[in-house]
């Protein structure tokens, strides 16, 4: 069972919410915006989103830029 | 000169900061707040997963209260991607305004008119304030005014390249002309060039490498200040006009060799 974020195959693990896979990770959720198979999801529905196997994910910050 | 309005925001300072390239967030934070501006940009990356899964602290370095935060879309490549880009920016902080910039040429990076148009058209409607990055076209400029755009970002030359304002004739056409605030944007390399900017008429200027890949970048960053400033003066001070012929300085009358003025 595994899922692609941010264009690398990772496990899913024990994980079964977008907010359980971003604590797996390690991601710390402030100021960040994250994909679900295109879908922009607010972090206020991190817990509640389901997350399954080959779901395409994208985890986006901010950094510097001109 | 009037004070600079964007987007109903008033700016005291008429230079806007890009926050790449710095040697370090701290090195950023003084830069900017050494120069008095009013508006950073940034870019939007993925996290980087493996090598720090917690996250760039980049903008918890700058304070929205003080600082328009700007991200832009740098990396997009068509109108959808810079779409995509603008509508995770305001998931991720709640930023409203955009910097658009599409570069489907990582050689040169100038920016595609087509869908820079095509992009600023749909996030208009979206309610974000977009701010395109365009090549200096008078033609592309006044399109992008009419589709609603707050400010029209043209380049004095491309990203990075610190050449000043090798678009200069083209610029003076776009100031004529707008009836939005003009950037000067990408390209201005030293001091002069921003104050040469603001004296053809431009509103604003945008510095990003200039500033963060000098030396001492909280130095440069003063640097830029003052002359942007300097030239905000000397126009307010109303400058006399150029003119063909030499207009001596020093009275023509009285010179010590004559011998019967009358």
Redesign the interface.
Known sequence: MTVT????T?PLGDAKTLAGLLAA????T??????LNGQ?I?SSAFATTPVTANDQI????????? | MDPLIIAGHTFHSRLFIGTGKFGSHDLMRQAIEASGCGLVTVALRRVDLDKNPEGDPLISKLDPKKIVIVPNTSGARTAEEAIRIARLARAAGGFDWIKLELTPNLHHLLPDPIETLKAAEVLVKEGFTVLPYINADPVLAKRLEEAGTAAVMPLAAPIGTNLGLRTRDMLEIIVANARVPVVVDAGLGMPSHAAAAIELGADCVLVNTAIAAAADPVGMAKAFAKAVQAAEEGLAAGPRAARATADASSPLTGFLWQTESR
């Open positions: 974020v941010n264009g690398n990772r990770l390690n991601v710390k402030s100021k960040k915006a994250v994909e922009i607010p994208e985890i986006i910050q901010f950094v510097g830029g001109g």
